[in-house]
C-alpha cells in the first residue's frame, strides 16, 4: 500500500520499518473480547493512507455492541472463525421505495417515521464485507469458537467511533422526552434497552444472553430490539 498510494496521488516511499498490532496493548478487552488499533499516530505511514487498522477477537458467543463510524468506511476481513454481521443500510429503503405511488410513501412515512434495512449475513474465514460511515452494524461470533475480524477504515480523519449499545453508548446521553421522539416507544423501554447490558466494546451474544436471563430471547433478543430502534 505504501509504494502505490499518498496523499494526493503521489506515491509513498517503501516503509522501513514494521509495525506488529499485537505487540501493543489492546485498546478495550473483556471477557467477551479485545480490539486492536492503530492510526497514524502509532505508525505515521497511516497518515498519508489516511487510514486505521483495528483488529477485533470477538469471543465465541459473544458480540460487539452496534456501532458507527461518524466519517470512515470499513472495509472488514474475517480472517478466523465465524458468525454473522447484521447493517443498517437506509439506501436500500429509498430504493425500494423508489416506484411506488408519492402518497403511498408520504403516508408510509407518516405512520412508520423511519426508513431502512437490516441486512444480515452468516460469515467466515476470507469473508470480506464493507460498512459506510453512518451505517449502524454488529458482528456476532458464533458458538463454535473465536471470531476475528481485521478491519481498514478508509477516511479515518476526524472520524468518531459511535457506541449504540453498552455502558458508553451515546444514546443514554438523551433524556426521556427526545428517547420517546426519537425512537417512537415508552421512555422506560428504550431505557431498559439501551442499559441493558453492563459491559461496553464486547457483551454477551443475543443466544447466551438469552439463556443467562432464562428468557429463551435466542440469536435475535438484544440484538434485533437494538436494529429495531
Same mark, same amino acid.
Given at each position: 500500500?505504501?509504494?502505490?498510494?499518498?496523499?494526493?496521488?503521489?506515491?509513498?516511499?517503501?516503509?522501513?520499518?514494521?509495525?506488529?498490532?499485537?505487540?501493543?496493548?489492546?485498546?478495550?478487552?473483556?471477557?467477551?473480547?479485545?480490539?486492536?488499533?492503530?492510526?497514524?499516530?502509532?505508525?505515521?505511514?497511516?497518515?498519508?493512507?489516511?487510514?486505521?487498522?483495528?483488529?477485533?477477537?470477538?469471543?465465541?458467543?459473544?458480540?460487539?455492541?452496534?456501532?458507527?463510524?461518524?466519517?470512515?468506511?470499513?472495509?472488514?476481513?474475517?480472517?478466523?472463525?465465524?458468525?454473522?454481521?447484521?447493517?443498517?443500510?437506509?439506501?436500500?429503503?429509498?430504493?425500494?421505495?423508489?416506484?411506488?405511488?408519492?402518497?403511498?410513501? @408520504?403516508? $408510509? %412515512?407518516?405512520?412508520? !417515521? *423511519?426508513?431502512?434495512? /437490516?441486512?444480515?449475513?452468516?460469515? &467466515?474465514?476470507?469473508?470480506?464485507?464493507?460498512?459506510?460511515?453512518?451505517?449502524?452494524?454488529?458482528?456476532?461470533?458464533?458458538?463454535?469458537?473465536?471470531?476475528?475480524?481485521?478491519?481498514?477504515?478508509?477516511?479515518?480523519?476526524?472520524?468518531?467511533?459511535?457506541?449504540?449499545?453498552?455502558?458508553?453508548?451515546?444514546?443514554?446521553?438523551?433524556?426521556?422526552?427526545?428517547?420517546?421522539?426519537?425512537?417512537?416507544?415508552?421512555?422506560?423501554?428504550?431505557?431498559?434497552?439501551?442499559?441493558?447490558?453492563?459491559?461496553?466494546?464486547?457483551?454477551?451474544?443475543? @443466544?447466551? $444472553? %438469552?439463556?443467562?436471563? !432464562? *428468557?429463551?430471547?435466542? /440469536?435475535?433478543?438484544?440484538?434485533? &430490539?437494538?436494529?429495531?430502534?
Amino acid at each position: 500500500m505504501s509504494r502505490q498510494a499518498g496523499s494526493e496521488g503521489r506515491p509513498l516511499g517503501e516503509s522501513k520499518r514494521s509495525f506488529n498490532l499485537f505487540n501493543e496493548r489492546p485498546f478495550y478487552f473483556n471477557r467477551h473480547g479485545d480490539l486492536r488499533e492503530a492510526d497514524f499516530n502509532d505508525y505515521p505511514e497511516l497518515k498519508d493512507l489516511n487510514i486505521q487498522v483495528s483488529f477485533a477477537n470477538i469471543s465465541k458467543g459473544s458480540m460487539i455492541a452496534p456501532n458507527y463510524n461518524t466519517e470512515a468506511t470499513k472495509i472488514a476481513v474475517v480472517v478466523g472463525g465465524s458468525g454473522h454481521v447484521q447493517i443498517v443500510c437506509p439506501h436500500l429503503s429509498r430504493q425500494q421505495e423508489k416506484g411506488r405511488g408519492q402518497e403511498q410513501e @408520504e403516508q $408510509r %412515512g407518516q405512520k412508520e !417515521g *423511519r426508513h431502512y434495512q /437490516r441486512v444480515e449475513s452468516e460469515v &467466515s474465514c476470507c469473508t470480506t464485507f464493507v460498512v459506510p460511515a453512518g451505517h449502524p452494524s454488529v458482528a456476532v461470533a458464533s458458538r463454535n469458537g473465536n471470531l476475528e475480524v481485521l478491519c481498514f477504515e478508509i477516511n479515518a480523519k476526524n472520524n468518531h467511533g459511535t457506541w449504540l449499545a453498552g455502558r458508553n453508548n451515546v444514546l443514554k446521553q438523551m433524556d426521556s422526552v427526545t428517547k420517546e421522539l426519537a425512537f417512537d416507544q415508552p421512555a422506560r423501554e428504550v431505557h431498559e434497552v439501551l442499559n441493558s447490558p453492563r459491559e461496553e466494546v464486547f457483551m454477551a451474544g443475543p @443466544e447466551e $444472553r %438469552g439463556r443467562e436471563s !432464562g *428468557r429463551g430471547e435466542g /440469536r435475535d433478543g438484544l440484538l434485533k &430490539s437494538i436494529l429495531e430502534f
